[in-house]
């Protein structure tokens, strides 16, 4: 069946929001803004002088503003510093739900932990240290802000500027994604949603506890148990501390109160009487614990929270001073460009303690900073993680797809024969193949770690880091394809050499190449088709690159196989399309949420050939759900397509159906737009109501989309199957349509669907013999469907669709047998 394109809306609509500054354009069109630039050659090689010419004196700037920061840390006790700094972010952040709605204020808040702790690790304490005043405070504030104004953006343009001045032989599209790394790098924290922080951790390692046992003698249950409790104290202790004060305050007053009455309060001021009835009612530990979590660093001090053994304490803890490359001489000292401290060490050890105040840095570092202190076990234990590694790797997103394709057919680790380029047969592997109705998904797994080091600095460790997790799984899966297209069936083996399935090609009408990672580089991997300008080879077959955590996101939001499925035929079109640049692979799931057929969306706003679009919000909804779950872990997802409840209906019975098929006419379904799917619902909703008034009515769509659906309700009798066949063919014959679908639902007495049955009905289905019988029922259906266009006494105009639904202009159409 040839392929179904998405319906187009030809109609200009005027932005929300313009913007016209010289060269520069923007407009805004709901979450979608448009940007453009018109410079005149030579003014843009005059501006990019500029640039260039600027490039030293914002180095000077940016080190003369990290030498500021470094000497107040010096002088002030961190543990003052990270203190307030974790309660400013808290109080910032207490109403945020979503990632839309973080502004810069908020933004510095969390650089005011995670960079100043940096600082304190590399930078030596001087000895008479002090608390940190509200100059001081305010002062280190504004250095650490202005740091990051003068970073983004002004230093990464002015050094990229710089860059094509010194290197004229640089390559622009290398110069991007080089612009876009460092951006990541610092600015772009918090891999994996709160709410799977720990989930993730214990999937790869309970696995692993043998492994992480010979190096600090607990499993990894007990380890993940105890990095449980960080988060908690991190992410609820905030409400707890106040709970904590409230009941407290109720309690002693009341002890004081009863005192009081009793006589027996005592002589002094009222905060001694306090103090004594305290004391005498037994209120001293609920004191204790309530004021060292409100005012006091219990939230935050490692060895009152957890029992984690001393030995991992000091292995992820820098004491202040200790780190010594982050501030060692040479350039961007002490710049967010190089490797944080934090990224190795997220904790910090102070007077003998040791204490945690980001839980982002610590979840987002932890795994990778593990397996490296394991490695110096020794040899067999670093083969044996690796090897752990592997296997759970290779077999989380089996695990995964099975849950949102429940039932599929999954094979793991399968191996073929092939020759390549006329050379001996060899056998090869692939990490797995997933089946579910008319979809192949070819699957390879990568479990090895993105680069640690910073792209300013080693950028080609980048470059290798995407040939090795995006171009080797592009490579091993496109030869699988090749095999596969090689003949008509084809087996598959396992590792013992024994056929375990054979295969046709011509059974799959969607065939997606997956690359799965574990180290999250989502906003790399959401531009995967544009790797190849800067000389990643990804062969010729688009190539889906997702981390785990992404897909561990879609087993919370999908809940039925068949929405997945057509997610990922529009997921699929943003790989040919060069005007869909988008952030994240989230960003591809809140544009299809909201928009359908997203890439079509988005190509219609970009008009202009130099245009980029920004898709802001997308990820809204998707942030506030794991928000509510963070609250409540059993929160159900609310997040699906804007469809009328009789649509879902429908999508649901196909889901289970286990029909042959069943996607394609889902996809069909899913391909709607809003006005449609109300329509034929209303349709539906109405037939069945009168079902024992009078026979069925099939309703159609025309276009792109020909879909006719045809409801059935037992209150009728015999269905009318043969009937809604010859309408069907009726209207083929009436817009020459090559094939169009027919959707029977058959709905019980009580008006619930309980059953779907489709066919793909052709023009070969059409013999010689009806096609008489069949164009007296076109022509009458085509003159009923005019009548009934004219009868509103509305003159159609030349340029809207005709009213017998052909889905052409009424002027190339019925315009004369409407005159």
């Given amino acids: ?476 899966g496109g030869r699988f394809l090749k095999y596969l297209r090689g003949s008509e069936e084809v087996p598959i083996f396992d590792k013992q050499g024994k056929e375990v399935l054979r295969i046709r090609k011509d059974d799959y009408r969607q065939v997606t190449l997956c690359a799965v990672t574990l180290d999250q580089f989502t906003e790399i991997a959401a531009q995967s088709q544009r790797v190849t300008e800067i000389g990643i080879a990804l062969g010729t077959e688009p190539l889906w690159a997702i981390s785990l955590g992404d897909l561990r996101v879609y087993t919370d939001i999908f809940s039925n196989p068949m929405e997945f499925l057509h997610f990922i035929e529009q997921r699929k079109e943003a790989f040919a399309s060069s005007k869909v640049e988008l952030d994240d692979e989230l960003d591809h799931l809140g544009l299809y949420l909201k928009h359908n057929h997203y890439v079509k969306h988005l190509e219609e706003a970009a008009r202009g050939p130099k245009a980029r679009i920004q898709a802001l919000g997308y990820r809204q909804k998707i942030d506030e759900f794991y928000s509510a779950r963070l609250r409540d872990p059993s929160t159900i997802s609310p997040l699906r397509q804007e469809m009328p409840a009789r649509m879902a209906e429908v999508l649901d019975v196909l889901a289970v159906s286990g029909k042959p098929g069943r996607s394609e006419i889902a996809a069909y379904i899913l391909d709607l737009d809003g006005s449609c799917r109300t329509d034929i619902v209303s349709h539906i909703q109405r037939e069945v109501e009168r079902a024992s008034d009078s026979r069925p009515r099939p309703s159609s769509t025309h276009g792109n989309v020909r879909l006719t659906v045809a409801p059935w309700s037992e209150r009728w009798g015999a269905p009318l199957s043969q009937e809604m066949l010859e309408h069907v063919k009726s209207i083929m014959l009436l817009h020459g349509e090559i094939d169009r679908y027919l959707l029977e639902l058959k709905f019980d007495a009580d008006g619930r669907l309980n059953a779907a049955d489709w066919r793909l009905v052709r023009q070969s289905d059409i013999s010689v013999l009806e096609r008489p019988k069949l164009a007296e029922m076109a022509e009458s259906l085509r003159e009923r469907r005019l009548n009934k266009g004219m009868a509103t006494g509305k003159r159609v105009g030349r340029n809207e669709q005709c009213p017998c639904g052909s889905g052409k202009k009424f002027k190339k159409c019925c315009i004369e047998r409407g005159a």
């Avoid at 009941?247 to 009487?273: H, P, Y």
């Avoid at 790797?393 to 039932?407: N, V």
């Avoid at 191996?415 to 997933?434: Q, S, V």
């Fill in 1 to 476: 069946m040839k392929k179904r394109k998405a319906p187009r809306n030809k109609r200009k609509v005027a932005p929300d929001d313009f913007f016209e500054h010289g060269p520069i354009s923007m407009a805004r069109f709901g979450n979608l803004t448009v940007g453009q630039s018109n410079w005149n050659p030579d003014e843009f090689k005059e501006y990019h002088k500029r640039l260039a010419e600027a490039y030293p004196k914002i180095v000077c700037e940016i080190d003369s503003l990290i030498e500021e920061a470094t000497v107040l840390i010096s002088a002030t006790k961190p543990l003052s510093l990270l203190h307030r700094a974790w309660w400013q972010r808290a109080a910032a952040y207490v109403e945020i739900n979503s990632e839309v709605e973080v502004q810069t204020e908020h933004t510095h808040t969390q650089r005011m932990i995670d960079y100043v702790q940096s600082l304190i690790a590399a930078a030596p304490p001087s000895q008479n240290q002090k608390d940190a005043d509200e100059e001081t405070w305010q002062r280190l504030s504004r250095v650490v802000s202005k740091i990051f104004e003068k970073l983004n953006p002004w230093f990464f343009i002015s050094e990229s500027a710089h860059r094509r001045v010194t290197l004229p032989e640089i390559n622009d599209a290398t110069e991007e994604f080089r612009f876009r790394a460092q951006i990541i790098w610092c600015n772009v924290s918090g891999a994996e949603y709160q709410a799977h922080n720990i989930l993730a951790l214990r999937e790869l390692l309970v696995p692993q506890s043998d492994n992480i046992k010979k190096a600090y003698g607990l499993n990894g249950e007990q380890l993940c148990d105890e990095l449980a409790k960080i988060w908690h104290s991190l992410t609820m202790g905030l409400g707890e501390a106040f709970e904590a004060m409230e009941v407290f305050r109720k309690e002693s007053l009341g002890a004081l109160e009863a005192d009081v009455q009793a006589g027996i309060a005592g002589e002094g001021t009222l905060a001694e009487q306090l103090d004594r009835a305290v004391v005498k009612h037994g209120l001293a530990e609920k004191r204790d614990l309530a004021l060292g979590k409100f005012l006091g660093l219990d939230l935050f001090d490692l060895q009152k929270i957890t029992d984690l053994p001393i030995e991992l304490l000091n292995d992820f803890a820098w004491s202040p001073g200790q780190e010594t490359d982050f501030l060692s001489p040479g350039n961007l000292k002490g710049w967010p460009l190089r490797i944080w401290p934090t990224f190795k060490r997220p904790f910090l050890k102070v007077g003998g303690r040791y204490y945690c105040f980001d839980q982002t840095v610590l979840f987002d570092h932890f795994f990778r900073q593990l397996e490296k202190r394991v490695y110096q076990v020794d040899e067999a234990t670093k083969q044996a993680w690796i090897a752990t590694r592997k296997d759970v790797t290779e077999r989380l997103p089996f695990e995964y797809f099975a849950k949102i394709l429940p039932h599929a057919t999954l094979l793991q680790e399968i191996y073929y024969p092939l020759a390549e380029n006329g050379g001996k047969t060899r056998t090869y592997e692939t990490d797995g193949i997933i089946i579910y109705d008319d979809h192949l998904f070819v699957i390879e797994v990568k479990s090895g770690a993105f680069t640690y080091t910073d792209p300013t600095t080693d950028f080609n460790a980048h470059l290798r880091s995407l040939e090795g997790l995006l171009a080797d799984p592009a490579k091993q």
